[in-house]
């Protein structure tokens, strides 16, 4: 019944604001930490933004300063908050979970900055 789900996706100008949401599930304990990822068209995946079970946060460099990761309730995931957002950060967002050596996903929320 382990489950993980990414919400929010869409399309937005440059200079505009979108905030990503990751339900997770199921899980018995509480997981070691919750990530976003994503990946554009042609290009691997990369490592966007992270919050560990201390709260600890940690940020790509692209992203740093414009986009916030938090939690609401731990049992309930965590959101992504995207500032100031540019055509580079045009992708496919993914929502991961470690938790006891595993990794978890969601299915990915398409988000489309363009004029």
């Known amino acids: 019944q382990v489950q993980v789900v990414e919400s929010g996706g869409g399309s937005v100008q440059p200079g505009g604001s979108l905030r990503l949401s990751c339900s997770a599930s199921g899980f018995m304990f509480n997981v070691d930490s919750m990530n976003w990822y994503r990946q554009a068209p042609g290009k691997q995946r990369e490592f966007v933004a992270g919050l560990t079970s201390r709260r600890k946060t940690d940020y790509a460099d692209s992203v740093k300063g414009r986009f916030s990761i938090s939690r609401g309730d731990w049992k309930n995931g965590v959101f992504l908050q995207m500032n100031e957002m540019k055509p580079e950060d045009t992708a496919t967002y993914y929502c991961?979970?470690?938790?006891?050596?595993?990794?978890?996903w969601g299915q990915g929320t398409l988000v489309t900055v363009s004029s």
């Open positions: 991961n979970v470690n938790y006891a050596g595993a990794d978890y």
